[in-house]
């Protein structure tokens, strides 16, 4: 293990932003919140706990390049006990040596931290890649899943060719500045809406370098990933063999076509589709209206 592969040592206070996103969703009390990791087939993996519940059944998985906080806001919204974890590759999780993150190669990472910080039946909600991951474990940990719900993803979803995630992904490998890094979001058309939020999101995703320069914590903006199948669709097969109650909420900006919802209505008709008014990141776009669908969808 490589220096950038361990546990990141924090300079600044991971949960400073809680009080200002509180106030901002009028919640008034803040939870118990705590970074936690362990170390299992060579593997270090970490995650935030919230509540004092030490092993919740709800469990929350990020996007590609974000990490746990992705799921702050919804979490404050949402007033209940939790995990949120860093996926392989991201957060303070350690980075693969094979640097790939595809839904197979962190299945096994997803299920393993699923029996050491949760409890069963878990209802696990995952966004985009995390999502996409947790199909992947389905075989192995799926009997042990009681709710599924995917955010703005599909194993049915067609790639764009232009794709403006991607783009400010690969970009430079290292910033003067996290307002350098602002700077670039903003001028591929993140931040307009809402600059709170992806200033937060850059100050929770970056690190200082010894040399001074900031960074990425997520593998995926430093060194480009062994090449992965872009076609996800062989995981509809664990999807449609889940027995569990599954929920599709997509954004009204996100990444999904109408023939990509349509789809997905149609292989599984039992499941509950909700739109909601976002992009892609649905969890920092709309947290309140997503925390009421997660506590309808799973009110125990």
Do not use: C
Not at 121 to 130: E, F, L, Q, R
Request: glycine share 8%.
């Amino acid at each position: 293990m490589n220096v950038d592969d361990a546990p990141v040592s924090h300079d600044e206070d991971e949960f400073r932003f809680l009080p200002q996103d509180a106030e901002r969703l009028g919640v008034s009390t803040i939870p118990p919140v705590e970074r936690v990791g362990f170390t299992e087939e060579g593997e270090y993996l970490s995650a935030l706990r919230w509540g004092s519940d030490p092993a919740p059944r709800l469990v929350l998985l990020h996007g590609g390049a974000l990490n746990a906080h992705s799921w702050d806001r919804t979490l404050l919204a949402l007033g209940r006990g939790a995990v949120a974890i860093d996926l392989p590759g991201h957060g303070d999780s350690a980075w693969r040596e094979d640097r790939s993150y595809s839904a197979p190669f962190i299945a096994g990472s997803i299920a393993r931290a699923l029996r050491y910080w949760a409890t069963p039946p878990y209802t696990v909600i995952g966004h985009s890649m995390g999502s996409l991951g947790s199909l992947a474990a389905l075989p192995e940990i799926g009997h042990d899943i009681s709710k599924l719900v995917l955010v703005d993803i599909s194993p049915g979803r067609k790639p764009r060719e232009q794709n403006p995630i991607l783009e400010f992904i690969r970009g430079p490998e290292s910033y003067e500045s996290r307002e350098e890094i602002f700077e670039r979001a903003q001028s591929l058309g993140f931040g307009n809406r809402d600059s709170q939020a992806t200033w937060q999101n850059i100050a929770l995703n970056t690190r200082r370098r010894a040399d001074g320069r900031y960074v990425f914590k997520h593998h995926i903006a430093h060194e480009p990933p062994s090449p992965a199948p872009t076609d996800v669709t062989y995981l509809w097969e664990p999807l449609e063999a889940f027995e569990g109650d599954i929920m599709l909420v997509y954004g009204s900006r996100g990444v999904l076509a109408e023939e990509d919802i349509a789809e997905f209505a149609r292989r599984l008709p039992s499941a509950r589709l909700e739109q909601l008014p976002a992009g892609h990141n649905v969890q920092r776009d709309a947290p309140v209206e997503l925390a009421n669908l997660l506590a309808d969808f799973d009110p125990s």
